[in-house]
């Protein structure tokens, strides 16, 4: 009796659909969407650090807040001291 291993064809055809998922849609709408949150939306983004005193950390932490004043949405970093 011939055995026969499956498992490659199964995961060619998942790859596929995601594939082929990821083909559809308007990106010009989903980007303008993203941009900009609905009021009823509001979201709060914490960047957590492993290490506050760390230069790049630190440099990160300027970045988030500048990300939070162009765009609007409440986000801060808070880690440890």
């Given at each position: 009796m011939k055995h026969r291993n499956r498992t490659g064809g199964v995961f060619g055809v998942m790859g596929l659909?995601?594939?082929l998922?990821?083909?559809?849609?308007?990106?010009?709408?989903?980007?303008?969407?993203?941009?900009?949150?609905?009021?009823a939306e509001a979201?709060?983004?914490?960047v957590v650090p492993k290490?506050?005193?760390?230069?790049?950390f630190v440099r990160m932490e300027t970045g988030v807040k500048?990300?939070?004043?162009e765009?609007?949405?409440k986000?801060?970093?808070k880690g440890p001291s």
């Open positions: 659909c995601v594939a998922s990821a083909c559809g849609g308007t990106p010009a709408a989903s980007q303008a969407a993203a941009s900009q949150p609905a009021a979201h709060t983004i914490v290490d506050s005193t760390n230069p790049w500048k990300c939070a004043t765009t609007g949405v986000a801060y970093q």
